[in-house]
């Protein structure tokens, strides 16, 4: 099965960038490889559900954002590397969570947390002020 390992976390200052990575491995239950599989970031900060951040298609051509990150943070992908990347910029403290990784068994996948079959343990992102 497919198995996320994020990484990239930290405690950084608001203003600041982290560039948070999950690499990927395996197949899914249906025999897709990551190269198949639409991604996307989710993130929980303590006290509230989780939500959506930002998604990628399985070539990396279409990408979304929640609002309050546009214009912020960058999804991109490397299906040579098996991996799917979150630029953080312009962190502020409000982007304090959890961060998780999600591989979807679609090319195309959405905000629902429920498309998303596969996750990653999550890696902390701390932002101070």
């Known amino acids: 099965q497919v198995q996320l390992a994020e990484s990239g976390g930290g405690l950084v200052q608001a203003g600041d960038s982290l560039r948070l990575s999950c690499a990927a491995s395996?197949?899914?239950?249906?025999?897709?490889?990551?190269?198949?599989?639409?991604m996307g970031w989710f993130r929980q900060a303590p006290g509230k559900e989780r939500e959506f951040v930002a998604g990628i298609s399985w070539s990396g051509s279409n990408t979304f954002y929640v609002d309050s990150v546009k214009g912020r943070f960058t999804i991109e992908r490397d299906n040579a590397k098996n991996t799917v990347y979150l630029q953080m910029n312009s962190l502020k403290p409000e982007d304090t969570a959890v961060y998780y990784c999600?591989?979807?068994?679609?090319?195309?996948?959405?905000?629902?947390?429920?498309?998303?079959?596969?996750w990653g343990q999550g890696t902390q992102v701390t932002v101070s002020s």
């Open positions: 999600a591989a979807s068994t679609e090319l195309y996948s959405g905000r629902d947390s429920r498309e998303y079959g596969y």
């Open positions: 395996g197949r899914t239950a249906a025999g897709r490889t990551f190269d198949r599989c639409a």
